[in-house]
C-alpha cells in the first residue's frame, strides 16, 4: 500500500502500517481522553484521562495485530504464503498469496479473527470483574482492563457482520459454498449480503449525522461520518469482490496463449529510447517492448522506465540502461490466465514474458486481458 511503512516482522510476515493508521489511533486516544472517559468517570486528573485513552488506543493496536495475526497463522498452517500485514484507517489487512482452496479453510481461516477478538474481550471484561472487588485496584486501571476487553468485542461483532468481504461475510461464503459447491454463487449472495450492510450502515451513518440515535447508536457528527465511511468502504470493497469473482470464473479454463500478443516485436539493446518511444509507444500504442539479443530476451523495456529518464538523454541513451534486466518473472504459455493475473497483480506488473519451455513467444499485458474480455462481450460469447 502506498503511504506505508515497515515495522517489523513477526513469523516471516511483514508488518506495515498506513499513515491513516497513526491518524486513527491518535483520533481514539483523543476520544477516550476527551469524551468518553470524562463522561462515564468524573473526576480523574486531565493526566490520568490521557493515559488510559492512550493505552486503550494501543492496545487496540495491539488486539487488531492479534486478530490478524490469527488470519495469517492458519493461512501459513494450510500452506498458503502470507506477505505481509498492513494497518490503515479501518483495521489491519492480511495480505495473503492466494484465495482459499476449500470451504473449510475459507471458514476457518476467517473465523480465527473474529475467535481470538472474541476471547480476548472476554479476558479482558472478566479480568475487570474480578478486579472489581479488589479495592486496591484504583477505577482508572479498573476501567482501562475494561475497555481493553470492549474494543475486543466491538472488533469482534463488527468483523462478524456477514456481508463479503468482511470476516462475517467470508464466513457465510464459506458455508454456502460447502453446501452448493458453487463458488461464484456463494461469493455473489455473500457480496450482495455485504453490499446490503454498507448501505445499511450508511443510511444509518446519515441518520446519526442528524441527531437521531438509532437503536444503542449515538447520534452526533463523528460517530455518523464514521459510519457513512465504514459503510461506504464495505460496499464497495463488495461491488469489487463481485466483480473479481465474475471475472474469474468468465476466464476459468483460458490460457495465457489463448489471450497474449503473440508478436511482440523484440528491439535490440543498443536501439534508443527516444526510436522505442516513437516507434513502439507513440505509434503503436504499447506500453512495454522486449529487449533481444541473439540468444534470446534480456530484459524488458516500458513506458514507466522512458518516463524515468530525462527526455534530453532519449536520442542517445540505448534501451538496455533503462530496461529491466533478465532474470525476469516469466509465465509459460500453457498457464492459466487467472494464475497469471495474480502473478501480475501480486508483484504489481503491467505486463509479463511468456515463455513455451525457454523460449521467449510471446507478451502478455493486463490490456491484452480488457480487451480480450471486451471483444467476448461484444460477441456475447458467455
Ligand atoms: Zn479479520
Excluded at 74 to 100: D, H, L, Q, T, W
Excluded at 155 to 167: H, M, T
Aim: charged residues 15%; contains cysteine.
Amino acid at each position: 500500500m502506498r503511504g506505508s511503512f515497515k515495522i517489523g516482522k513477526i513469523a516471516g510476515i511483514e508488518i506495515g502500517v498506513h499513515y491513516t493508521w497513526i491518524f486513527a489511533l491518535v483520533l481514539f486516544a483523543w476520544i477516550f481522553a476527551q469524551d468518553t472517559f470524562p463522561a462515564l468517570y468524573p473526576g480523574w486528573a486531565v493526566k490520568t484521562y490521557w493515559i488510559a485513552g492512550t493505552v486503550v488506543s494501543l492496545m487496540l493496536f495491539v488486539s487488531v495485530l492479534i486478530h490478524e495475526l490469527c488470519h495469517s497463522l492458519v493461512a501459513i498452517s494450510r500452506g498458503m504464503k502470507v506477505s505481509s500485514i498492513v494497518f490503515f484507517i479501518f483495521g489491519g489487512v492480511s495480505n495473503i498469496e492466494k484465495e482459499p482452496e476449500t470451504a473449510r479453510v475459507e471458514f476457518l481461516m476467517a473465523a480465527a479473527g473474529p475467535f481470538s477478538s472474541l476471547v480476548l474481550g472476554l479476558l479482558f471484561m472478566g479480568l475487570a470483574l474480578l478486579l472489581k472487588a479488589n479495592t486496591l485496584i484504583s477505577e482508572p486501571v479498573l476501567v482501562t482492563i475494561y475497555y481493553l476487553g470492549y474494543v475486543n468485542i466491538i472488533l469482534a461483532v463488527f468483523n462478524l457482520v456477514p456481508g463479503f468481504p468482511l470476516d462475517g461475510g467470508r464466513v457465510l461464503r464459506s458455508i454456502i459454498w460447502g453446501i452448493t459447491k458453487n463458488l461464484h454463487k456463494a461469493t455473489m449472495i455473500a457480496g450482495n449480503v455485504g453490499r446490503l450492510f454498507g448501505w445499511a450502515m450508511i443510511l444509518v451513518g446519515v441518520a446519526l449525522v442528524f441527531n437521531i440515535n438509532v437503536w444503542i447508536l449515538q447520534s452526533g457528527l463523528f460517530n455518523g461520518i464514521w459510519l457513512v465511511f465504514i459503510g461506504w468502504f464495505l460496499t464497495s470493497a463488495a461491488d469489487a469482490a463481485m466483480r473479481g469473482q465474475t471475472m474469474q470464473q468468465q476466464l476459468a479454463g483460458v490460457k495465457v496463449k489463448d489471450v497474449m500478443d503473440r508478436t511482440p516485436e523484440c528491439t535490440s539493446p543498443a536501439a534508443s529510447v527516444e526510436s522505442v518511444v516513437h516507434e513502439s509507444f507513440i505509434q503503436r500504442g504499447r506500453r512495454s517492448l522486449p529487449v533481444c539479443n541473439e540468444k534470446g530476451l534480456i530484459g524488458i523495456v516500458t513506458l514507466t522506465d522512458a518516463k524515468r529518464l530525462s527526455q534530453d538523454a532519449w536520442s542517445n541513451t540505448p534501451v538496455q540502461e533503462i530496461m529491466t534486466r533478465a532474470p525476469l518473472l516469466t509465465v509459460d504459455q500453457e498457464e492459466d490466465l487467472n494464475n497469471a493475473l495474480q502473478i501480475l497483480a501480486k508483484n504489481g506488473l503491467n505486463q509479463i514474458p511468456v515463455l513455451n519451455g525457454s523460449q521467449f513467444v510471446g507478451l502478455l499485458s493486463r490490456a491484452d486481458v480488457i480487451r480480450y474480455m471486451q471483444t467476448r462481450q461484444e460477441l456475447g460469447i458467455k
